[in-house]
């Protein structure tokens, strides 16, 4: 990968974070909107927003700050714990450690399995060794994560992150889901 490709990718994802930020939102159905997103990362309090949904904001900015400044380190479950301890911080039982008792998705009838932090290790590294492009297996990752559910909250958050951890790190630009993950 040439220097100017990941140049252009952490360009691109430092000037839509704000809306990448806004969609991570979205995917848990937080009720705020995209001008009050912005709004809470230049710093002034909006009225109306929930101190729960403004935690939320802020917790996400901190994460693509961190994601933004170890774009260069490697992806390992540890580099995932640090994720989502950002993400889920205050929003959660625990964050940054795998979950230890059940939980559902909602709108499913899906339990995910309780993590065992080898198994873990181990299809994290399957996923991160397959033989697809880094599209694929951002998309893959961001799958994998989201219904995985190995953390009590922030998931799909954190989720997220990983994979834009790949393609902006790898100089592919940047992932934006747009629409709520059912």
Same mark, same amino acid.
């Given at each position: 990968?040439?220097?100017?490709? !990941? ?17 991570? =939102?979205?995917? #848990? ?21 929930? !101190? $729960? ?6 917790? =996400? ?11 260069? #380190?490697?992806?390992?479950? &540890? ?8 993400? *889920? /911080? ?10 230890? @008792?059940?939980?559902?998705? &909602?709108?499913? $009838?899906?339990?995910?399995? !309780?993590?065992?932090? &080898? #198994? ?5 590294? $399957? !996923?991160? *060794? ?5 599209? #694929? ?10 219904? /995985?559910?190995?953390?009590? $909250?922030?998931?799909?958050?954190? &989720? ?8 902006? @790190? ?11 993950? *059912?």
């Amino acid at each position: 990968m040439a220097l100017r490709e !990941l140049q252009q990718s952490l360009f691109l994802a430092k000037k839509k974070w704000d809306e990448n930020i806004y969609c991570g =939102m979205k995917m #848990e159905n937080r009720n705020i909107t995209f001008p009050q997103t912005q709004t809470l990362l230049n710093g002034v309090n909006v009225p109306g927003v929930t !101190l $729960d949904d403004i935690q939320a904001v802020l917790n =996400m900015r901190d994460a693509w700050r961190y994601l933004i400044n170890a774009i260069d #380190e490697p992806v390992t479950l &540890s580099f995932i714990f640090k994720l989502n301890e950002d993400v *889920a /911080r205050n929003e959660a039982l625990e964050w940054g450690v795998l979950i230890n @008792g059940r939980v559902g998705i &909602s709108g499913t $009838d899906y339990v995910p399995p !309780l993590p065992v932090k &080898s #198994e873990i290790e181990q299809e994290l590294a $399957d !996923l991160l *060794a397959t033989d697809m492009t880094i599209t #694929e297996k951002a998309i893959t990752d961001f799958l994998w994560g989201a219904r /995985r559910q190995i953390f009590w $909250d922030g998931n799909k958050r954190t &989720s997220l992150l990983l994979a834009n951890k790949l393609v902006v @790190g790898n100089g592919h630009g940047m992932l934006t889901i747009s629409k709520p993950v *059912a």
